[in-house]
């Protein structure tokens, strides 16, 4: 069983040490919220303290979209978790 992607996980394993573990449940997140810049940064200093490059999607952060675009995007998220929900 894979373990759930959040933070309260990554900030477990960053406190026990298991950095490559943080790393990656960080980057899950970063890529379901590309706009969270408090994962981003955590993110990037995970990687950092792994001796990693930055990720070409980390070297430079997403515009933010205006609001009724991300009205638009929740909305469209909505009618996807609606659909899975019927399934």
């Not at 960053?14 to 706009?35: M, N, T, W």
């Not at 792994?50 to 638009?72: F, K, M, N, T």
């Not at 998220?77 to 899975?84: E, F, S, V």
């Amino acid at each position: 069983m894979e373990p759930m992607a959040t933070k309260t996980l990554a900030a477990i394993y960053l406190k026990q040490g298991h950095l490559r573990e943080a790393y990656q449940i960080l980057k899950v997140l970063s890529e379901k919220d590309p706009f969270d810049r408090e994962i981003r940064a955590k993110l990037r200093e995970v990687g950092e303290r792994l001796g990693l490059s930055d990720p070409p999607e980390l070297q430079e952060a997403p515009p933010v979209p205006h609001e009724e675009d991300r009205i638009r995007i929740l909305k469209g998220w909505l009618a996807n978790i609606l659909k899975q929900r019927r399934r």
